[in-house]
Nanobody, 112 residues
Framework: QVQLVESGGGLVQAGGSLRLSCEISGTTFSSRAIAWYRQEDPEKQRELVANIAGVGKTTYGAFVEGRFTISRDNSKNTVYLQMNILKPEDIEVYYC?????WGRGTLVTVSS
């Protein structure tokens, strides 16, 4: 059974940083593309934040503007999202995804 567990969310001041982690089990991690999405509220569609392919190629949503970095540690079956220069508009629940599997999400809150 594939499981994804996010962690690292919390409250940070505007301009600050957070690092999210997504630990994945139950699948061949090193070959999988892993993505971070975020969702402002359940009524809105989740939007892509960043994606990292099994070979390490990365893509980002346009709103990231160089502030976030996605990376992976295949020895730990974990993907990270380093978020810098956080803004109040980054307040959302952040989800990890591989194939059609999703984690439960971790909440990021930014105070202005």
């Amino acid at each position: 059974q594939v499981q994804l567990v996010e962690s690292g969310g919390g409250l940070v001041q505007a301009g600050g940083s957070l690092r999210l982690s997504c630990e994945i089990s139950g699948t061949t991690f090193s070959s999988r593309a892993i993505a971070w999405y975020r969702q402002e509220d359940p009524e809105k569609q989740r939007e892509l934040v960043a994606n990292i392919a099994g070979v390490g190629k990365t893509t980002y949503g346009a709103f990231v503007e160089g502030r976030f970095t996605i990376s992976r540690d295949n020895s730990k079956n974990t993907v990270y999202l380093q978020m810098n220069i956080l803004k109040p508009e980054d307040i959302e629940v952040y989800y990890c995804r591989t194939l059609h599997y999703w984690g439960r999400g971790t909440l990021v809150t930014v105070s202005s």
